[in-house]
């Protein structure tokens, strides 16, 4: 997504411009110093808190150099899945009365919508039935599946149950298996080499 750089260097600048341009904006790439860099660090929890207060999300990061980070954060769709660390951010905001109205605005259409809680099974682990008979079925992916750490386990969990489709679903949960039987796990992100 080819969104401009935005160089963060506090919260309450942070905040002012998502007040200013976050109705209006498609997103941004949020720049900030690391913290060993001796700039003005802003910590993510900041960033992330600001975000949600305004319903927006973030996502991907990227290195700048080696004093600056970047953090794509966009508004929030309709489809967006809440995580329960957001969640649990949602509730202090409010508890704090830093909830922006276009973050109540996006928080209420997610309750109305099941987004809101979309994503409680897996937080807990739950095992959709489709997956635990594909698991179960091969001895290998189920011992090896259960050797993940539970953080590999739920982004796996996500992947499979974000499925739009019965035969994209089909084939994660195939492509979970598969990969579990040989000790790997399905759908992880790493870094691209020079050669890729």
């Known amino acids: 997504m080819d969104l401009p750089d935005l160089l963060v260097e506090s919260r309450?600048?942070?905040?002012?411009?998502?007040?200013?341009?976050?109705?209006t904006s498609r997103g941004v790439w949020v720049v900030t110093w690391k913290r060993q860099s001796g700039g003005p660090h802003v910590p993510y929890d900041d960033v992330v808190e600001e975000a949600l207060a305004a319903g927006w999300i973030d996502s991907r990061p990227r290195i700048i150099d080696e004093h600056r980070s970047a953090r794509l954060v966009t508004p929030r769709g309709p489809g967006s899945r809440w995580s329960r660390l957001n969640k649990q951010r949602v509730e202090r905001l409010l508890e704090a009365g830093l909830m922006r109205p276009e973050g109540l605005a996006v928080v209420a259409a997610a309750q109305a919508s099941g987004t809101w809680t979309a994503l409680d099974d897996v937080e807990e682990l739950l095992e959709p039935p489709d997956l635990v008979a594909a698991l179960d079925a091969v001895p290998a992916a189920r011992e090896h599946w259960q050797g993940f750490p539970r953080s590999a386990r739920r982004a796996i969990l996500e992947w499979v149950t974000s499925a739009r489709t019965a035969p994209t679903r089909a084939a994660r949960v195939e492509q979970t298996v598969a990969s579990a039987a040989r000790g790997e796990r399905a759908n992880q992100w790493r870094p691209r080499t020079r050669d890729e």
Do not use: F, T, V
């Open 12 to 23: 309450e600048q942070w905040r002012a411009w998502l007040g200013e341009h976050g109705p």
